[in-house]
């Protein structure tokens, strides 16, 4: 399995705001996802990070919300932009194996004040 | 519209017993059916999977079981350690894409 690392781990951030979440991978890897879990749910995918292209997002989830980078196979960035309360989740990347498994990185955790 | 479902928040079970956590899809178009683990401030951890082809997949103390008429899998622990206890997520994987859908999860606390 592939050792995913992301950057912050944790943040407190204001209002209004935005935070860049870093995504490292430890091996190349064609499909990298970013997920939210909200306090108390369960994890719903944000949007698909192509290399080389726009990401795909998911019903619910905008671009100019959530914009994201995938510059090469190994790293993806996602951005929350002018944060809400509402923003306040763990935001999960994960990369899918080159068989149907994903894994899944520690985590960063948000809280918008 | 929740396409995967785990409708109990919550499991306790006494150590070495069997712990039997459920999950029912909706979606015919799965293909592909895993199983997550996951601890407080980390991320989720797999577990084991299965294919939609498959009725059953075993690795050490897990097993996986797949009900495709019921449309419902199950995961099975046994004998159940205290080290198990964490929420668990049952995940289905749509035939294009790769994403997953997530159920709610199940609390599984284990008893010494």
């Known amino acids: 399995s592939a050792v995913i690392s992301q950057k912050p781990s944790r943040d407190i951030c204001q209002r209004g705001t935005s935070l860049t979440i870093q995504c490292q991978v430890d091996?190349?890897?064609?499909?990298m996802f970013w997920y939210r879990q909200q306090p108390g749910q369960s994890l719903t995918l944000i949007a698909t990070a192509n290399q080389g292209s726009e990401a795909t997002y998911e019903s619910g989830f905008v671009i100019d919300k959530f914009p994201i980078s995938r510059p090469n196979l190994t790293f993806s960035t996602l951005t929350v932009s002018n944060m809400s309360p509402e923003d306040s989740s763990i935001y999960l990347c994960s990369v899918a194996s080159t068989g149907y498994e994903q894994y899944f990185g520690p985590g960063t955790r948000l809280t918008v004040t | 519209d929740q396409q995967v479902k785990q409708n109990s928040p919550s499991l306790s079970v006494q150590e070495g017993r069997i712990s039997i956590l459920n999950c029912d899809y909706t979606?015919?178009?799965?293909?592909?059916f895993l199983w997550y683990k996951k601890y407080p401030a980390e991320g989720p951890t797999f577990l084991i999977s299965?294919?939609?082809?498959?009725d059953k997949n075993e690795d050490g103390r897990f097993t996986v079981f797949l009900n495709k008429s019921a449309k419902h899998l199950s995961l099975h622990i046994v004998p159940s350690q205290p080290g198990d206890s964490a929420v668990y997520f049952c995940?289905?994987?749509?035939?294009?894409?790769?994403?997953?859908?997530f159920g709610q999860g199940t609390e599984l606390s284990v008893k010494p």
């Open positions: 979606n015919s178009m799965f293909d592909y």
């Open positions: 299965i294919s939609s082809i498959k």
């Open positions: 995940a289905a994987r749509i035939n294009q894409g790769g994403k997953l859908i």
């Open positions: 091996s190349q890897v064609t499909m």
